[in-house]
Nanobody, 118 residues
Framework: QVQLVESGGGAVQAGDSLRLSCAAS????????VNWFRQGPGKEREFVAA????????YYSASATGRFTISRDNAKNTAYLQMDSLKPEDTAVYYC???????????WGQGTQVTVSS
């Protein structure tokens, strides 16, 4: 298993920004696809963004497109989710997950809380 730890969450106002980090302890991070998911109160878990191992491909959900940016630094074994123009609807626990292929999620972090107030 790969150990993942998310950080960077917090309580902000609508329109503010946050940068989430996902730090991996395993040796195979550079070979993985990194995904961000979130689960808001009373909602199902939803996909947010993903990035390929070499950062040449990214994918965003409709809600994330134009406001969120996913990135990674393989030398640091860390992935990031830059969130701008936050809305109350973005309030959720954000999780990172890594896998060796599309649709594969081998490891999950514990999540970090993001709360956006209007």
């Amino acid at each position: 298993q790969v150990q993942l730890v998310e950080s960077g969450g917090g309580a902000v106002q609508a329109g503010d920004s946050l940068r989430l980090s996902c730090a991996a302890s395993g040796r195979t991070f550079s070979s993985t696809i990194v995904n961000w998911f979130r689960q808001g109160p009373g909602k199902e878990r939803e996909f947010v963004a993903a990035i390929s191992s070499s950062s040449d491909r990214v994918y965003y959900s409709a809600s994330a497109t134009g406001r969120f940016t996913i990135s990674r630094d393989n030398a640091k074994n860390t992935a990031y989710l830059q969130m701008d123009s936050l809305k109350p609807e973005d309030t959720a626990v954000y999780y990172c997950a890594v896998g060796t292929s599309i649709g594969n999620f081998d490891s999950w972090g514990q999540g970090t809380q993001v709360t956006v107030s209007s």
